[in-house]
């Protein structure tokens, strides 16, 4: 696999994630699934390659740390969906971190082009999140009237949770369905890179973080519900 061909999968899935934050839901859904697909299908293909470059004494890609930084109250929100994200599509590691400045980082460690790839689809979600929050705020804020402005930010933030859960189950599924189509041996590669990636990690003494606390029930269902359709799902997409 040359650059030049890395470089131009990367720029198709980069247009068409660019494209489903500006367009229609329903054409959001589309081009999405559409990236996420070739993004697994890349990643397995890139697996199987530095496998077999491996038996032959070649070098293969490198393992690589890439630091995405949120600012803002959702913040915190924004680097757990980025961590389920990264967890769902199996090659990478998430690790999350504040920065001197008081900045939220979410850390992606794993090889260099499931890195550059899951990068694409956590940005694209994080867009996709706070645009389907907001919509579900405008349409549920009167709930709230009467409640304090803490409980109505428990409720925003519930709703991103929810969408957190609901588009890593949809990556995962989707995940298994194209890595049980691609053929006997692909799983056992899969699986020997990324205990290779959690090796690394490992062996750098990183902390785990605090898990989450509750949430809103409201928000986190609604959150659930727009996860499933954040455009990650089982429909095989053309052009």
Same mark, same amino acid.
């Given at each position: ?6 470089? $131009? ?7 068409? *994630? ?12 589309? /081009? ?20 077999? @470059? ?26 757990? /969906? ?10 990478? @590691?998430?690790? $999350? ?8 980082? *979410?850390?992606?460690?794993? !090889? ?8 694409? /689809? ?21 709930? !709230? ?10 409720? @925003?933030?519930?709703? *991103? ?46 902390? $785990?973080?605090?898990?989450? @606390?509750?949430?809103?029930? *409201?928000?986190?269902?609604?959150? !659930? ?15």
């Amino acid at each position: 696999m040359t650059a030049t061909k890395d470089d $131009k999968r990367l720029e198709l899935i980069a247009q068409l *994630l660019a494209k489903a934050e500006s367009t229609t839901p329903e054409e959001a859904e589309a /081009l999405t699934e559409h990236a996420e697909r070739l993004m697994i299908k890349y990643g397995i293909d890139q697996a199987l390659i530095n496998e077999r @470059r491996s038996h032959t004494g070649h070098t293969g890609e490198d393992i690589v740390e890439k630091a995405i930084v949120f600012d803002g109250v959702y913040a915190r929100e924004l680097v757990r /969906l980025g961590g389920a994200v990264a967890h769902a599509l199996g090659n990478l @590691r998430p690790l $999350k971190a504040r920065n001197r400045h008081g900045s939220e980082v *979410l850390y992606l460690v794993g !090889y260099e082009s499931d890195v550059a790839q899951g990068e694409l /689809l956590v940005r694209s979600l994080h867009v996709q999140a706070l645009v389907a929050m907001r919509s579900w705020w405008d349409e549920h804020r009167t709930l !709230y009237t009467r409640g304090t402005e803490h409980a109505r930010r428990r409720a @925003r933030f519930g709703f *991103l949770r929810g969408f957190s859960v609901g588009v890593a189950e949809r990556i995962t599924d989707n995940r298994h369905k194209v890595v049980s189509e691609a053929g006997t041996g692909t799983e056992l590669v899969l699986v020997s890179r990324k205990q290779r990636v959690d090796e690394h990690v490992d062996g750098r003494g990183y902390r $785990k973080g605090r898990a989450p @606390r509750s949430t809103d029930s *409201l928000g986190a269902a609604g959150g !659930y519900r727009a996860g499933l359709e954040a455009n990650t799902g089982e429909r095989a997409v053309t052009h």
